[in-house]
């Protein structure tokens, strides 16, 4: 059997919207199972996110620390952010992330790996991106306003084999940034050379 996620849409026999908000809507689909039975599945749907694995010349990762307030914690992330610009192709939605809550941009874009953050509850998707030949944006050319969640927002350059070691012991929990250390640590054994371009479909 050849391992390769596919397209598949069950039939939905009803459908049934409960709440929706500024980013996700919370939705009740009947869906009719093998054998003829039904069954409700509940799920969020979300417009999807990018996010960016940016490495520096000394194969360090660009990691941002945010408050998420359902963990009640701050977390270590990668820069990333919604696709809620109408017509923004995923590469540029990720190149203005980086630019706006990093204050970097890059001249080398590469498609990482792509995630379905919680295929069981919610149709969300993430394209992780690898950024690199990465330069600072000069404060004269970045006029974005840091809100919210965002302010005061550090950001740290970490080795990529460290970034690793703190994916594995527990002391990272994004799971966009532990997937992207992780895949670029997998992809830097052959210096990228199989990584799929920016502007490759999603699947």
Known sequence: ??????????????SAEHFSGRVITVVTDTVRMPRDEVADRDYVVHPGSVAVVALD???RVLLIRQYRHPMRRLLW??????????????????ARELAEEAGYRAATWHTLVDLATSPGMSNERIRVFLARDVTPIPEEENGFVHRHE???MPVE???????????????????PAVAGILA???ASAERFA??????APEE
């Open 184 to 186: 670029a640590y997998a």
């Open 57 to 59: 010349e000394q194969d």
């Open 157 to 175: 350059w970490v080795p990529l084999a460290e970034a690793v070691d703190k994916a594995l012991s527990g002391m990272i929990h994004n799971s």
């Open 1 to 14: 059997m050849r391992i390769e996620d596919t397209p598949e849409a069950w039939d939905v026999v009803a």
């Open 77 to 94: 992330e990668l820069p990333a952010g919604l696709r809620d610009v109408e017509g923004e192709s995923l590469v540029a939605g990720a």
């Open 150 to 152: 965002e302010i005061d």
């Open 194 to 199: 199989r990584l799929r371009p920016a502007d």
